[in-house]
Structures are given as structure tokens and as C-alpha cells.
């Protein structure tokens, strides 16, 4: 049973392009997170989904941001015009219900 | 506002020593309290997990202490290893799908 798998690891975008990150869940897992950590700093809680619905997307910045997790394949974070403060490693992390959250690698976004 | 606080903000031990690293919380409600393992470049992996009603719980070299009273919680590494060399992340969730992580402790562990 593979883990939690996301990619790109490595994202370059210069300011203005759009990235997009995807995340695949745990096999069974149907709840998907999705977390930033800048440098030096905690993981901040961005955005929690169920397969097609947003669950609670309390810590997704109301511009720019999007996250979706569809029926069918993984589930991906959109930012739009990014900026050099998008630069972070961001997290998803999968669970089947309320359950511990196993996380993915990640992918080190890098705005030029 | 619900906070996690970690300390020592770093810590550096020789191998085959003990640590203790720390955490307070505001969290409230509280549902459990989690320790994560983060290795650089990797992911937060989960090293134990703890209800309100739980003191103590162990995984190997770990083991984890709460005081739900005075909102604490503490990870005792025994006998440690280059392998510990990580940070380690205490996260609180405030209902059974939020978590608030703490900025961590990065421990490093010399021969």
C-alpha cells in the first residue's frame, strides 16, 4: 500500500504563472489536507476535503488559492499569479475518517 | 487564540543520551494530542497519539507524557541515535479534524 504521494517534490514558477499541486491519498483514505510550512515555521492548516466536496477551507487565503479533490484522481491545489511569499513547502496528508493523518512529502514551491 | 509552544526551540545531545523536549497548549476543546516525527525534506510522520484521558504512551524510544490540567505534554527519547536527528512537532487538534501544530523542536543527535 503506498503512502501518501505528491508532485511535483520541486516546483519552480516565476511571479505571475500559475503552479499546481497534486496530492494522492493513502489507498481507502478519503479525507484529503493540505498544509503550508514556510521556513523556520510550523505547518499551517490550509484546506480539508472530501472526495468532491471542501470541508472546511478556513485556512486556504481567500484570493489566488483553489483545492479540489475529485471523484476520479488526485487531489490538486491551484494557486494563481503566485508570488514570491507562495515560496513554502506544502503538505497534504491523507486519513480514513477522523483518523491520524499520514502525510506526503510534499512539494517545495519556489517563486522567482 | 488556540496556540502550541514548543521548547527548546533546538537541542543537540550525543548519542546514547536521553532528552526530554516540551509543549504547552491553549487548545480548547481538546480532542488528542499527537508528537510527529519530520526528518528534513520529508513529511511530519506520527510517533503517538494521546486522548484527554490518556497519561502516558510509548512507541519503542518514545514515549509521550499529558496533563490535560495543565495543558502539557512531554516527549522522552531514550537511549537516542543519529537516526533521531529530526524535528519533532507537537500537534493539538481542537476537534477531530483540525490540527494546530507547534513550530517544533529540532533535535540533533552528534557521535
Known amino acids: 500500500n503506498a503512502g501518501v504521494m505528491q508532485n511535483p517534490r520541486h516546483l519552480v514558477r516565476r511571479r505571475g504563472q500559475e503552479a499546481r499541486l497534486r496530492c494522492s491519498p493513502m489507498?481507502?483514505?478519503?479525507?484529503v489536507y493540505w498544509y503550508r510550512q514556510l521556513p523556520e515555521e510550523g505547518l499551517k492548516f490550509m484546506v480539508y476535503?472530501?472526495?468532491?466536496?471542501?470541508?472546511?477551507e478556513s485556512g486556504m487565503p481567500k484570493e489566488r488559492f483553489s483545492a479540489e479533490f475529485p471523484k476520479e484522481g488526485p487531489s490538486i491545489l491551484r494557486i494563481q499569479q503566485v508570488v514570491r511569499g507562495d515560496s513554502a513547502a506544502y503538505f497534504c496528508?491523507?486519513?480514513?475518517?477522523?483518523?491520524?493523518?499520514?502525510f506526503g512529502p510534499g512539494t517545495r514551491l519556489t517563486v522567482l | 487564540k488556540n496556540q502550541v509552544e514548543q521548547s527548546p526551540q533546538s537541542l543537540i545531545i550525543l548519542e546514547g543520551k536521553n532528552c526530554t523536549l516540551q509543549?504547552?497548549?491553549?487548545?480548547?476543546?481538546?480532542?488528542?494530542l499527537r508528537w510527529y516525527k519530520q526528518d528534513t525534506g520529508r513529511g511530519p510522520v506520527s510517533l503517538t497519539i494521546?486522548?484527554?484521558?490518556?497519561n502516558t504512551k510509548s512507541n519503542g524510544r518514545y514515549t509521550a507524557t499529558l496533563d490535560a490540567d495543565t495543558k502539557q505534554s512531554s516527549l522522552h527519547i531514550t537511549a537516542s541515535q543519529l537516526s533521531d536527528s529530526a524535528s519533532y512537532i507537537c500537534?493539538?487538534?481542537?476537534?477531530?479534524?483540525?490540527?494546530?501544530f507547534g513550530t517544533g523542536t529540532r533535535l540533533q543527535v552528534f557521535p
Open positions: 494521546m486522548t484527554f484521558s490518556e
Open positions: 489507498k481507502g483514505h478519503s479525507h
Open positions: 500537534v493539538v487538534s481542537e476537534n477531530t479534524d483540525k490540527l494546530i
Open positions: 496528508a491523507s486519513a480514513q475518517g477522523a483518523d491520524t493523518q499520514y
Open positions: 509543549c504547552n497548549y491553549t487548545v480548547s476543546p481538546f480532542s488528542n
Open positions: 476535503l472530501q472526495k468532491e466536496n471542501i470541508i472546511d
